[in-house]
C-alpha cells in the first residue's frame, strides 16, 4: 500500500521520489522470488486505468480515494478510510497473506483494510514509515505541513502493526522514542538497481575541469542551497573550474524557473557570484542517469535529515564518491572515508573542505569510488533487500498465527 508514491509515478516532483523507487524495486524483486504482489495506490488522474500489470506477478491497482487529481501527500488523510474500502472490496473472499504499509498513511489504510475482512482471519500487516514525523518536526518546525493528527496517528499505526520494518538503525532509535515496541522492529534498507547503475560505461561529458552532482527532489530540506554556498568557498581554495549540476525538479521540461525552489536556488547563485557554475537541467530519464553520475568527480547529498537516501548508492554503484551530511541513514550507507566524506548537517564550510580533499585527489577519489562500489554490490541488491523483507513477512505471519510478537535478536 503506498498511498502517494505510485511506483509508475515519474520521479523528481514534489512528492516522488524514494519513496516511489521503493515500492517499484521491492515490488518487483518479490515477484521475482514467486510471490504474486499488488500495490494499491491512489487514482490520482482520470486517465489511470484501474489496474497495470506491471511485470510477472506484479498488479497496481488504481483505487479512487479523493478527487482523481494530484492532491499533496499532506492533504490526504481524509481519503485513507475510502482507499481502506477500496482495498478491503478488491480483495473480496481472498485476502492476502500480508499487508505491507509504505508512510504512515498507507498504514492506517492498511490496518483499517486488514480489519475489515469479517472472516475472523486478522490478516498480519507490516509497515515502513519512510520518514517520521516526529523527525520531520524536528527539523522543520513551523515549516512542517503534516497533518495536526500526524502527531498521535502515526505512532499508533507503530503499536497496532504487527512488524516494522526500519530502513536504518537511526530509525530504530527513533521508534523507542516513540514508546513503539522495538522488539517487533526489522531493519531492511534501500535498495539499488544495480543492472542499471554501475561504473562500466561512459560518462556524459562535462563543460568544466571538475563536476559535483546534486540529484533529488527540490525542496529546501534537501540542502542542495548548502551546495551552492560551498562554492565560493570552494573557489577560495583554488577550485574554481567547477561546475555543480543539479538534477530534479517538479516543474514540466521548459519550465523550470516556475519551481520556487529554483527560483530561490537561483537567486542564492546570483547573489553569491557563482551563477555561471550552476546548472538546474530539471529532470532526467532514468536510465540517462548512470552516465550523469559517472561524469561526476563527487556526489553530494546535504539534507538537513534522511530517513535513507538511494541517490547515495547510486553514486556509489556507479563508482563516485559521495560527501554525504551525517544525518539518519546516510551514516549507515555512507562510510566515512571509505566509501565517501561525512560532513555536519547544514555545514558550506565542511562540504567545501570535503570537495577540495576530493577534487584535489585523483587518486582518493578511485579509492573510495571502488569502495563504494563493492559495498554497494554486496549489500544493497534488490533482491537482497527483498529476502530480508521476506523473513519480516514471515515472522509477522508467525506472530499472527501465534498471538505473539517474534522478537530478533538486533532489537533494542
Known sequence: VSEHASPLAALGGVDAGGQ??????????????????????????????PRVKAGPRLEVVHVKAGPASHVPKDELLPYMEELARGMATDWGQRQPDVVHGHFWMSGLAALDAARRDGTGYRIPVVQTFHALGTVKRRHQGIDDTSPLERRWLEPRVGRDADRIIATCSDEVFELKAMDIDTGKVSIAPCGVDLDLFSADGPGESRPRRHRILSVGRLVPR????????????LAAEGYDDVELLIVGGGAEPGLL????????LLTLARDLGVADRVTLRGQVPRDAM??????????????????????????MACGVPVVAAAVGGLRDTVVD??????????????????????????????????????????RYS??????ETEKAYQLAIAGVAAGTVPMEGAAL
Do not use: M
Request: charged letters at 25%; one cysteine or more.
Open 20 to 49: 516511489n523507487v521503493h515500492v517499484a524495486a521491492l515490488s518487483a524483486a518479490l515477484a521475482r522470488r514467486g510471490h504474486t504482489v499488488t500495490v494499491y495506490t491512489r487514482k490520482d488522474s482520470p486517465d489511470l486505468p
Open 290 to 315: 548512470p552516465g550523469t553520475f559517472r561524469s561526476a568527480d563527487a556526489v553530494v547529498c546535504t539534507p538537513w535529515y534522511e530517513p535513507f537516501g538511494i541517490v547515495p548508492l547510486e553514486a
Open 382 to 387: 534488490w533482491d537482497r533487500v527483498a529476502v
Open 337 to 378: 572515508h571509505r566509501t565517501g566524506i561525512h560532513v555536519p548537517p547544514r555545514d558550506p564550510e565542511a562540504i567545501a573542505s570535503a570537495l577540495a580533499l576530493l577534487l584535489g585527489d585523483p587518486a582518493l577519489r578511485a579509492e573510495l569510488g571502488a569502495a563504494g562500489q563493492q559495498r554497494a554490490r554486496s
Open 222 to 233: 534537501k540542502g542542495v542551497d548548502l551546495v551552492i554556498r560551498a562554492l565560493p568557498l
Open 257 to 264: 524557473e516556475s519551481d520556487p525552489e529554483v527560483r530561490r
